[in-house]
């Protein structure tokens, strides 16, 4: 699939500053997805240093339970930019999060998921699809506050607090102003848990007020869900909280043809992290059938966030004209719309 993205992209060598970056290669089928999306930012011109870290599953086996090693630490808070590619945690008691554990060491508040259609290339009910997921990334369950309290009994703490949400509510506004969006839904579930989804509820409607330009709605986030799921086209940009985020998340992914096609951004006030939100996929690892979609979405979207827009666009389109081709690799690939599978490279 990449050398057909590389033959339709129209290379064109700026005068941009460079982007250091750093960059995770993963585990599984992520060194393969990696080196072809990177194969592609030089194709396209992309203005890029690359500086490579270690973290995932060898770092974890090694006797390190955050999956991260100190070297990569600084990289990261030199570079500020970080590419990674899907990881492995392993399995069983030990093992934290490395997302979490990047997500709030480094103050990245707000995860960022387009989720475009690509019918009739990726088989999906709702062709005119295009909704963007802003979900708030810090606190919510996701802060990893558990106890037991009795030999019976465990408890999850929902922390949710006024400055997370006014700044995931507000950015969700000024993306929807910087692309052109026309609408802000907020999902919640404050019919029950009126004081922590109360509370993203009010600072939701007064921070609205300030973009009269902008439809906003709120909606409770269990019809919410089933209506996205439903008709997906009536959503434009959806800001909520972190586990209701992570999955309407996949849901609008999944519903729109494929999880495996899409990047998404973690975006914090001096660090960004750029990612496909699929896993590692072990099964497929080194048999060159790996989609690297997702991962190229997630450099797209990296290249945008930073000023290279016209090499983002570039490969955008280069992949989209990939895709209309009928180039195709085996989890696209079907009898009569595809014209030819290939592999990863």
Not at 51 to 68: H, M, R, T, W
Not at 281 to 293: C, F, V
Not at 310 to 330: F, M, P, Q, S, Y
Request: net charge negative; aromatic share 6%.
């Amino acid at each position: 699939m990449i050398t057909n993205i590389k033959d339709n992209v129209i290379e064109s060598k700026g005068t941009q500053e460079s982007l250091k970056v750093a960059v995770a290669k993963g585990d599984g089928i992520g060194p393969e997805i990696m080196d072809a999306t990177l194969r592609i930012l030089e194709s396209a011109g992309a203005s890029i240093e690359s500086e490579f870290i270690d973290l995932g599953e060898k770092v974890y086996l090694s006797g390190n339970s955050a999956g991260i090693d100190p070297q990569a630490w600084d990289i990261i808070r030199r570079n500020k930019i970080i590419l990674k590619a899907p990881i492995t945690t392993p399995q069983g008691k030990g093992y934290k999060s490395l997302n979490v554990t990047l997500r709030k060491s480094l103050g990245l508040f707000a995860n960022v998921r387009p989720v475009t259609a690509l019918h009739p290339f990726v088989e999906t009910h709702f062709p005119d699809m295009d909704v963007v997921i802003v979900r708030e990334n810090e606190e919510d369950l996701y802060a990893g506050i558990e106890h037991q309290q009795t030999q019976d009994v465990v408890q999850c703490l929902k922390l949710i607090t006024r400055p997370g949400c006014e700044r995931i509510i507000r950015y969700a506004f000024e993306y929807a102003k910087a692309y052109g969006r026309k609408k802000v839904t907020c999902m919640i579930k404050d019919n029950i848990m009126k004081l922590t989804d109360g509370l993203f509820h009010r600072v939701f409607d007064e921070i609205k007020v300030e973009y009269p330009s902008i439809e906003s709605d709120v909606q409770i986030i269990d019809i919410g869900s089933a209506r996205l799921a439903a008709r997906p086209q009536d959503y434009d940009v959806i800001v909520t909280s972190n586990l209701y985020g992570d999955i309407i998340s996949d849901i609008a992914a999944e519903i729109a043809g494929s999880v495996g096609m899409a990047g998404s951004a973690n975006i914090g006030t001096e660090i960004a992290m750029f990612e496909a939100i699929h896993g590692s996929a072990p099964d497929i690892s080194g048999q060159g059938i790996a989609n690297p979609s997702g991962l190229l979405n997630a450099a797209v979207l990296m290249l945008a966030h930073y000023g290279q827009t016209e090499v983002a666009d570039r490969i955008k389109n280069a992949w989209l004209t990939t895709i209309e081709e009928g180039c195709h690799t085996a989890d696209m690939y079907k009898d009569g719309v595809s014209a030819k599978k290939v592999s990863t490279r």
